[in-house]
DNA sequence: TATTGTTATACTCTATAACTATA
DNA sequence: TATAGTTATAGAGTATAACAATA
């Protein structure tokens, strides 16, 4: 059996099967989603925070007694999913729930611990390490192209 | 204690700590990934393919004999994971080690089962539905440009 | 030595469903 | 009834590491 005869699909095949694939928008965005969190998982990998994680932690920061729905929603995510990850987070000692009582008891105030903060800042020179890779690729007009259009998707799509 | 005085966080904080956020690219990317899963899976769960699932079958039906580290490079994931796709595919039933041998045997050419292939027309017809979805959202031109974007993002980041 | 594939292990993210407590 | 949070359960996707078979 010659070469050509292999029981393969030629690259020239597979050329043509994924440029069927990349007649979806979202495979595109699929994969590129895939790489970067790549590219921030090896790189910054030591840290042991994903980018999920850093967003929470930012936002529990910047907005401290936020509370676990609003970070639901803010990232998209279920209640139940957010609890998970808020479990794993105080579990580290990251996050703390907050001991000022608010009328409504149902909620619970979220802060960053002392440790926390110091982590956060870690991640955030990770971050600004990760977005120079990003910004080697794009141009400032490029990125606010992606977050605009990315923004479609995700500020109504309910 | 009044409302005002409640330990959480205002709706300004909180669009501000998004702003934040929302300068880096790639959290625009992974929200409108995680909000175009959400609705694939949403509208189509009774499927019970994800869309990478889907993506595997579509790669293996239009490239009859790839072998998995091909798979695995096209849709960028390790080895070992496309390993345990494969595996997952396998025991349902939808793809089939190909009995040929080639030359080379450690390489296994995969196939479609008949099976595979009722079930990836099925999955076409929700694929045009979702993407009907997404066609509300974008233009054509929109879709080329995100399509342009992501490619930068994800054809040389190796 | 390099390649292909597998297995073992572990973790994150995600979902649904059912539950408690509170409003 | 609705909201906030939790727990249990399940499954997909990802990674690393080690291994076997083959080239």
């Avoid at 840290?47 to 990232?75: D, F, H, N």
């Avoid at 910004?135 to 007009?141: I, L, W």
Wanted: charged content about 25%; aromatic content about 4%.
């Amino acid at each position: 059996m010659a070469e050509g005869d292999l029981p393969r699909a030629s690259a020239a095949d597979r050329a043509r099967a994924m440029a069927e694939l990349q007649g979806l928008t979202g495979f595109h965005i699929s994969l590129a989603n895939t790489m970067i969190k790549a590219h921030f998982h090896k790189n910054f990998g030591r840290l042991a925070l994903t980018q999920k994680q850093i967003a929470i932690l930012w936002l529990v920061q910047s907005c401290p007694g936020i509370i676990q729905v609003e970070l639901a929603r803010m990232l998209r995510v279920k209640r139940a999913t957010m609890s998970a990850m808020i479990r794993l987070l105080t579990g580290r000692g990251l996050v703390a729930r907050r001991a000022l009582g608010g009328i409504d008891s149902r909620h619970v105030p979220l802060q960053l611990t002392r440790e926390g903060d110091a982590v956060l800042d870690e991640a955030r020179v990770a971050i600004d390490r990760h977005e120079a890779w990003v910004k080697q690729r794009y141009s400032q007009a490029e990125r606010r192209m992606i977050a605009a259009l990315m923004q479609k998707l995700y500020e109504d799509a309910g």
